[in-house]
């Protein structure tokens, strides 16, 4: 059974009164009449979401950055957050460095760090983001004709994972690559400019590929998606055949960016159209107008 599936069958249809239960990338509660809270939860497992020889700083702002992104996705207004810390030894030098770059994004963003637990054992974190919103985005609305957005250059992060065992060679857009992987940058501003304009969104955590089909799933679509204007940042060009940074691109996940659906009607300043929602159930890939049988699966767990 794949992780969606697990989730869909074991988790989806308990959530009684929430607006939004399982299945997007937060769930929705209307506290008042005109106020909605956002919640959702992430984990990084070392090993599994970041090298073992990632900086502590890194970790830290990775951890609040994809859950910071979740909230961009729903379009929220993230506010506060909780902390599970789960680390083999009492290192107050490393947990300080991880404190460091955790709180100087929560600075950035004005959340605020409320509670959490600091257990012993392999190293984890979690962290659960909450958020306000008074109209938010899903990923249950895109409809055929909508143009497929995405809000910056994805394939960088997965290159740049890539790229790993290069890092200590001081080349300036190895750097670059890297940094993109260890220091996300989530689209907030962006996400709740997108109220009331985009159809659907989700952050590409999973992989571009990988989570349009979240989106087609959720909102009854497929899509199409055309090579020719994904685009590819001149950094991970310079590093990688153009092959594989198409392929980079559509399947590397952590890139951390909106992916999104909008009538044609609409331009998004710094975003790029890449394909269109269409009528049938699946997701086409075409190379100058050509089809091409593409196996992108994303990152799954199970
Ligand atoms: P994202 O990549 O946006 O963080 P995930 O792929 O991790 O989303 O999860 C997909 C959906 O499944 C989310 O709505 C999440 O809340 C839900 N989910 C995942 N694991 C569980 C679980 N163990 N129990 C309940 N819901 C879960
Ligand atoms: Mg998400």
Avoid at 14 to 37: E, F, K, M, N, P
Avoid at 62 to 85: C, E
Avoid at 174 to 185: C, H, K, Q, S, Y
Avoid at 194 to 218: E, F, K, Y
Wanted: charged content about 20%.
């Amino acid at each position: 059974m794949s992780e969606f599936d697990l989730i869909e069958q074991l988790f989806q249809g308990h959530h009684r009164d929430a607006q939004l239960g399982v299945g997007d990338d937060a769930a929705l509660l209307s506290i008042t009449a005109d106020t909605t809270l956002a919640i959702s939860t992430d984990t990084l497992v070392d090993g599994v979401h970041f090298p073992s020889d990632m900086s502590a700083r890194a970790i830290g702002h990775r951890i609040l950055a994809v859950n910071l992104s979740d909230m961009a996705a729903m379009g929220a207004k993230p506010r506060w957050f909780t902390l599970a810390l789960t680390m083999p030894e009492h290192d107050v030098e490393w947990a300080r460095e991880l404190t460091d770059g955790l709180l100087q994004l929560a600075e950035r963003y004005e959340v605020g760090l409320i509670g959490g637990d600091t257990t012993r054992g392999p190293l984890s974190l979690t962290v659960t983001i909450l958020g306000e919103t008074q109209l938010a985005l899903s990923r249950q609305g895109a409809k055929p004709g909508d143009r497929i957005w995405i809000g910056g250059n994805p394939g960088d992060a997965a290159g740049g994972l890539e790229l790993w065992s290069q890092r200590q060679q001081r080349d300036q857009v190895v750097e670059t690559l890297i940094r993109r992987f260890e220091f996300p940058d989530p689209q907030v501003a962006l996400g709740q400019r997108l109220v009331g304009m985009a159809t659907a969104a989700i952050d590409v955590s999973d992989g571009l590929i990988a989570d349009l089909r979240h989106v087609c799933q959720s909102s009854g679509c497929g899509a199409e998606i055309n090579l020719d204007e994904l685009p590819l940042s001149a950094s991970l060009l310079s590093q990688f055949s153009e092959a594989q940074a198409r392929t980079l691109a559509l399947g590397g996940g952590d890139d951390y960016l909106l992916l999104f659906t909008a009538p044609p009607q609409h331009r998004f300043e710094d975003c790029f159209s890449i394909g269109v929602m269409t009528d049938t159930s699946d997701i086409q890939v075409l190379d100058s107008g050509q089809p091409l049988d593409l196996e992108i699966s994303g990152y799954e767990h199970f």
